[in-house]
């Protein structure tokens, strides 16, 4: 996907902290801002790295035979069951429609709850009252893990559900197969933050549809042709923390065990199961180190244009003990070194920065 960015800025007015953070603010739409995606992670208390979707190990669907010890097939849902749940009210691209158009990202399992009578039972008894093959899986991890975070309904598929969701949506915006069968397909909505990822499991004939907001990966690394990240006005590494605490309020996450470490929770990206964070090190008072870590663990493979991107902005690595190692690479930008550690198979890639020598 190709950032325009003066059309990006059209869409996004840059909200500028004082002394350093930068964060886009989406002007279009009355629904949870960047600010806000950051301000609702940064209230979770010290970062668990284990924070964010669960993977995609659902249960088998149908009805369980008890003499045959074995689950019985069930066919696909039909066009009411996605109408009903997914698309009515919605428009051509991903949005909340259907059963979830007047949920918000961030609202309170009490609002949700309350306000649906039909989501908490769902929620609860695992089972609609009109189609008893789908589950739903709520989840409310943001502020303090009292706000919605994500909505998964899993369900029996026979390859129905991608038709109806090109026949909505369109043609996905991409799409991965796993090397253990699953397929999955993204349908990204930048506007409104709005993710939608149809995980397909043809040998289990089954299929879920994880629905959580977004970030683009592009709007998170910025510009590569400047030395600073998108969320960065100005460089962190070299500013006080304490600074840094008074312009940042509850989005920089301080570490528990640690005095010099803290964090800066980011949302979803396009590809990722879970968010990651920005990790701030620091000594005397002073960040000396920073390491953004994105996650591409949904479709791996989309790691590699990210990397085109960079050799094409950056050039080529200086010299490093790592030179030999393709996956390990150290860029000077700008007075800053940022060593790039890429993990190809796990779809991961982190960027640490420092000032001074390397």
């Known amino acids: ?42 209230e979770l208390g010290d970062w ?13 669907h149908g009805d369980y035979d008890e003499d045959s010890n074995d ?15 997914f698309f009515k009210g919605t428009g ?35 089972e609609h009252p009109e189609y008893s093959q789908a589950e739903l899986e709520l989840s409310f991890e943001a502020r303090e893990e009292e706000g919605l975070s994500r909505i998964v309904v899993n369900f029996p598929d026979d390859g129905t559900a991608l038709r109806i969701f090109q026949s909505r949506w369109g043609e996905p915006d991409a799409n991965f197969n796993d090397p253990e069968g699953d397929k999955r397909y993204f349908w990204f909505n930048q506007d409104l933050g ?11 004939g089954t299929a879920s549809v994880w629905l959580t907001s977004y970030r683009s990966a592009e709007e998170i690394m910025g510009d590569l042709s400047k030395s600073t990240f998108g969320f ?13 605490k008074a312009q940042l309020g509850n989005l920089l996450v301080d570490n528990s065990e640690y005095d010099d470490v803290s964090y800066i929770i980011l949302p979803n990206t396009e590809f990722s ?19 953004l870590s994105l996650d591409f663990s ?32 150290v860029f000077k930008k700008n007075g800053r070194f940022i060593t790039v550690v890429q993990s190809p198979d796990y779809g991961s890639v982190a960027f640490t920065v420092r000032n001074g020598n390397e």
Not at 22 to 31: H, N
Not at 71 to 85: L, R
Not at 274 to 289: I, Q, T
Not at 300 to 329: C, F, Q, T
Request: proline share 4%.
């Open 232 to 244: 960065e006005t100005k460089s962190i590494v070299g500013s006080k923390v304490s600074s840094l």
């Open 48 to 60: 668990d790295s284990d924070y964010g979707l669960e993977n995609d190990d659902f249960e088998e």
């Open 273 to 291: 199961s879970d968010p990651k964070a920005v990790e701030l090190y620091s000594e005397k008072g002073k960040v000396v180190e920073m390491t």
């Open 92 to 126: 051509t691209e991903a949005s909340l429609g259907g059963a979830f158009t007047d949920l918000r990202w961030q609202q309170s399992e009490d609002s949700v709850y309350g306000s649906s009578s039909l989501l908490r039972g769902w929620a609860e008894d695992y």
């Open 194 to 204: 709005v993710r939608c990822v149809l995980i397909s499991r043809p040998l289990g």
């Open 298 to 329: 949904l479709a791996p493979v989309k790691l590699a244009s990210l990397a085109n991107a960079m050799s094409s902005k950056w050039g080529s690595p200086i010299k490093s003990e790592y030179e030999d190692d393709p996956d390990h690479r």
């Open 1 to 42: 996907m190709n950032t325009n960015w003066p059309v990006l800025a059209s869409i996004f007015a840059i909200l500028a902290v004082p002394f350093g953070l930068a964060i886009y603010e989406d002007a279009t739409y009355d629904g949870p801002t960047l600010v806000d995606e950051f301000s609702a992670l940064g």
């Open 71 to 85: 689950w019985n097939e069930v066919g696909a849902m039909g066009n009411d069951f996605f109408d009903e749940i």
